[in-house]
């Protein structure tokens, strides 16, 4: 079993910025790809970035539309993943989960994701 805790959503004003993370338990965190997914009112949940990390190397992946913007890192030794977000708009609106995958060929897929945290509410202004 993997718990999943969220925490760093807030309310900002355009252009600024957050950082979500998400702390896990679990002896093998490293093992995990981690995703990060987001619900906007009326929306389907939908990707926004995924990372996982196999014998040293890091891969990460993002929705196209947070390209450039947002950054997905993880700290194995903290158990810890974070989601970086820069420049954020009020399309950035939404509940933002962290997600758990022991294993999954497809890193954008929720479906492939057994593990999800309750949510942090990201609300941005213009």
């Known amino acids: 079993q993997v718990q999943l805790v969220e925490s760093g959503g807030g309310l900002v004003q355009a252009g600024n910025s957050l950082r979500l993370s998400c702390a896990a338990s679990?002896?093998?965190?490293?093992?995990?790809?981690m995703g990060w997914f987001r619900q906007a009112p009326g929306k389907e949940r939908e990707f926004v970035a995924a990372?996982?990390?196999?014998?040293?190397?890091?891969?990460?992946y993002y929705k196209d539309s947070v390209k450039g913007r947002f950054t997905i890192s993880r700290d194995n030794a903290k158990n810890t993943v974070y989601l970086q977000m820069n420049s954020l708009k009020p399309e950035d609106t939404a509940l933002y989960y962290c997600?758990?995958?022991?294993?999954?060929?497809?890193?954008?897929?929720?479906?492939?994701?057994?593990?999800w945290g309750q949510g942090t509410q990201v609300t941005v202004s213009s």
């Open positions: 990372i996982n990390w196999s014998v040293g190397n890091t891969y990460t």
């Open positions: 997600a758990a995958s022991s294993f999954t060929k497809s890193p954008t897929v929720q479906q492939d994701y057994a593990y």
């Open positions: 679990g002896r093998t965190f490293s093992s995990y790809t």
